[in-house]
């Protein structure tokens, strides 16, 4: 051992235990950094055991049996999937695979069980199990199947989002006769060290742990968590360590060993978080700590581990799991939210080189923008009504107490935004982390803002979207809509408009009461500028006092180019021909690695920004919009945001900002398992309510789509900062092809219901939010 670990171990041991519980608790609040809130995570889990046979014979140990005691050495292909899908109902995102250490080694019964079916051995059934629960129920593996090599760590990895092995004790002592490991050759520290390192080179994202009161001495304890600090060093493999502490069990040897202490304890679990890199999470297990919740938190831990709706702990069935309801009020007590995860860490989804593509398709399934788990099965354009309503937006799970740091940094910037001052990236994307009572607080000041800037008015605006070609050269990801490439989706047939078709189409808007037609379409890789001037003419004719709102900044930069003019040359022609307003859409995301991902031959961002700056030059306004819910993070949201606020500060010709969550059904990219399920419910209110603070000042309309979130969702969201629900789309054609399950117009009798369940009336409003005669609700 160093000599610096060995100061670090003579404090740990010597240092007044108060003060070492302090210095975990502000080491765990670091990791989120200096504005983001801590949280408190948990994954929810089935426990699927199996085998209960094991090659060891831990004298503590009730969950290893024999032949004789089971009714088969394996669960069956069949009852493991029962046990999946039971937890795929119940909301359960892992299936936790516990097991004995290579049963076949030991027992006959277990060699002739796998050779029948034709597996050598118990971790080619392990792996067998594990993809047929990914493939038929979703649910990702994680697998505790004892000490492996690297070949089996690098098998495993196609069909288990992550693996775990407990180191549980560097101590050699433990094997000799009497101890806890006597006849348990799996247990020899040497041997789980090896293995653990193995899973580091095998790049598998791993949960190691130690257990205290197996008859370690308490700086053995602390040797052990600098173990595997040193191999997490080495490989940068470990996500969590579980700091477990032993309860004694009749029937076995140790059934009257002592428990360590309460004291021992949490000294143990605040060394952890003091000796282990900030990016490892520290875990204990809540159900068999059930008295000392509050406790463990102020010891520094992170983490609750896996926690089953479905299933016992079959390690300690005595010990039931802690009610989630209970175990949220805890956490909000403590000031820390309360946050579903996945079975592998978000840094590990994150980063290159740890996730195997054959997995990561089901892992982005479950994915929030963060990595954590969804935290809902809605997704947007799905008929299901929002988990969220006008009096609690975000939904029960939301409320709670927020701490006085997190409180004290959260009004600094809810001040700064309402005062109108530019917030930070940083500043942004700590709104957005936001959870629990933190994140009600962010909707709150939001939808005060808005009543601030936009009164009590709801509006909308009567128009029709005229899609006149779905015939495109891009090949963007997400685009369901075009039908030129084996990338598009299937709901419609490639078609393109003609000009008395699309004449007539305005003039039936204009029959039914609309103010507005919005044109857009694909890259028709026949059109040129002239075709777009042949449209808006088109339509002028038909119906001069129709507001044109029309072209994509893609469709404009295409135009001039075939033209071989500036872009403001020919932005001026269109407006001399009859164009009022352009759609600020084609914006995706204003970051040019996620635009390289999702739009490669779009415009860049410096290049959206120019057309849509230029635009403003010239004299035409433009709305903004955002795409999000696919690759990108929350960081991305606050550099759009940002984007958008410099532009409009500089140019001023932005009448809105329209938040477009992704609809996923048909998007290229979700069909081929390439993104995420669109954003979640919470992100989806957030988006609005954070474009609501970060704009102010800039941008003062904050529109909400009811195609992708539906008439109830878009009323949770008008109480979350939004002001405007838009048009009412007839023949609203992208977001159908896509997916989305909320038609293709808007009843106007639904929009007024939507406003009169936040208290606000409805109005009626011009493309750019002038006055509709006798038009008010």
């Not at 669960?75 to 909301?91: F, K, M, P, T, W």
């Not at 094997?175 to 006597?182: E, N």
């Not at 893609?554 to 407006?575: F, I, K």
């Not at 606050?638 to 410099?646: T, Y």
């Amino acid at each position: 051992m160093a000599r610096d670990d060995d100061a670090l171990m003579t404090r740990l041991l010597s240092a007044p235990l108060d003060a070492l519980l302090a210095e975990a608790r502000a080491l765990r609040d670091a990791r989120f950094g200096p504005l983001t809130p801590a949280r408190m995570t948990y994954s929810p889990k089935v426990f699927i055991p199996l085998t209960r046979l094991c090659a060891d014979v831990c004298h503590y140990c009730t969950f290893a049996t024999t032949p004789s005691r089971l009714e088969a050495p394996y669960l069956s292909e069949d009852e493991v999937l029962e046990i999946a899908r039971a937890g795929v109902a119940a909301g359960c995102k892992e299936a936790l695979f516990t097991l004995g250490d290579a049963p076949e080694r030991r027992y006959a019964a277990a060699r002739e069980w796998l050779a029948e079916r034709g597996f050598a051995r118990t971790i080619d059934y392990v792996r067998h199990c594990a993809e047929r629960v990914l493939r038929e129920t979703g649910l990702l593996p994680h697998v505790n199947a004892g000490v492996l090599d690297e070949d089996d760590w690098r098998m495993l990895r196609p069909v288990a989002a992550s693996v775990g092995l407990m180191l549980e004790s560097t101590s050699a002592r433990l094997m000799d006769k009497g101890m806890c490991h006597h006849g348990s050759p799996d247990k020899a520290p040497a041997v789980r060290l090896a293995s653990l390192a193995a899973a580091g080179r095998a790049r598998v994202a791993t949960t190691s742990g130690v257990l205290i009161g197996i008859g370690e001495t308490a700086r053995e304890r602390m040797e052990a968590l600098i173990a595997l600090r040193d191999l997490h060093e080495a490989h940068g493999h470990l996500q969590e360590v579980i700091v477990q502490n032993f309860c004694p069990k009749p029937g076995t040897k140790m059934s009257g060993a002592i428990e360590a202490t309460e004291a021992d304890f949490l000294r143990t679990v605040a060394a952890a978080r003091i000796v282990l890199p900030g990016e490892v999470s520290v875990q204990a297990p809540p159900n068999l700590n059930d008295e000392r919740l509050g406790e463990l938190i102020g010891a520094g831990i992170d983490d609750w581990g896996g926690i089953s709706p479905v299933t016992r702990d079959h390690v300690n069935p005595e010990a039931p799991w802690p009610e989630i309801a209970r175990l949220e009020a805890v956490c909000a007590r403590a000031g820390l939210p309360l946050v579903e995860r996945l079975t592998i860490y978000p840094r590990f989804v994150e980063a290159e080189g740890w996730l195997d593509p054959a997995i990561r398709p089901a892992v982005l399934r479950l994915a929030d923008a963060e990595g954590l788990g969804r935290d809902s099965r809605w997704s947007p354009g799905m008929a299901d009504h929002a988990p969220g309503s006008v009096k609690l937006p975000l939904g029960r799970a939301y409320e709670g107490p927020v701490s006085l740091s997190t409180a004290a940094r959260l009004h600094r910037i809810l001040d700064r935004a309402a005062s109108g001052a530019t917030l930070g990236e940083a500043e942004i994307a700590a709104l957005f982390a936001t959870r629990g009572g933190a994140a009600q607080a962010v909707v709150e000041a939001a939808d005060a803002l808005r009543a601030e800037v936009r009164g009590d008015v709801v509006t909308y605006v009567v128009n029709r979207n005229i899609n006149y070609t779905n015939i495109c050269t891009h090949a963007c990801s997400f685009c369901a809509f075009s039908k030129t490439s084996s990338k598009a989706g299937y709901r419609d047939k490639p078609y393109d408009l003609d000009l008395d078709e699309i004449a007539a189409r305005a003039r039936e808007a204009v029959a039914r009461g609309a103010t507005e037609v919005c044109l857009q379409g694909g890259i028709h890789p026949r059109y040129t500028g002239e075709t777009y001037l042949a449209i808006l003419r088109a339509v002028k004719d038909a119906c001069p006092d129709l507001h044109v709102h029309a072209f994509s900044p893609l469709e404009v930069s295409q135009g001039a180019r075939t033209l071989g003019m500036p872009v403001a040359d020919y932005m001026s022609m269109l407006r001399d021909a009859g164009l009022g307003s352009l759609p600020g859409t084609a914006a995706e995301i204003l970051c040019d690695d996620i635009r390289a991902k999702i739009c490669p031959d779009k415009l860049t961002t410096a290049e959206w920004l120019e057309v849509v700056g230029t635009a403003h030059r010239v004299g035409l306004p433009t709305t903004s919009t955002i795409l999000f819910g696919h690759l990108e993070s929350p960081l991305h949201w606050a550099r759009h945001l940002l984007a958008l606020r410099d532009l409009q500060l500089d140019t001023g010709g932005i009448t809105e900002f329209v938040p477009l969550p992704l609809v996923h059904m048909e998007a290229p990219f979700y069909r081929k398992g390439q993104c995420r399920k669109g954003p979640t419910w919470r992100e989806s209110v957030m988006m609005h309510a954070v474009a609501r603070l970060a704009l102010h000042g800039a941008i003062d309309s904050i529109q909400v789509s009811w195609v992708k979130l539906g008439m109830d969702g878009a009323a949770a969201v008008l109480a979350a900062g939004a002001n405007d629900l838009g048009g009412v789309l007839m023949d609203e054609s992208i977001s159908r092809a896509a997916g989305a399950s909320h038609g293709q117009l808007a009843d106007v009798s639904d929009m007024r219901a939507a406003a009169q369940s936040v208290g606000r009336r409805l109005r009626q409003r011009t493309t750019l939010y002038g006055e509709v005669e006798a038009v008010m609700a």
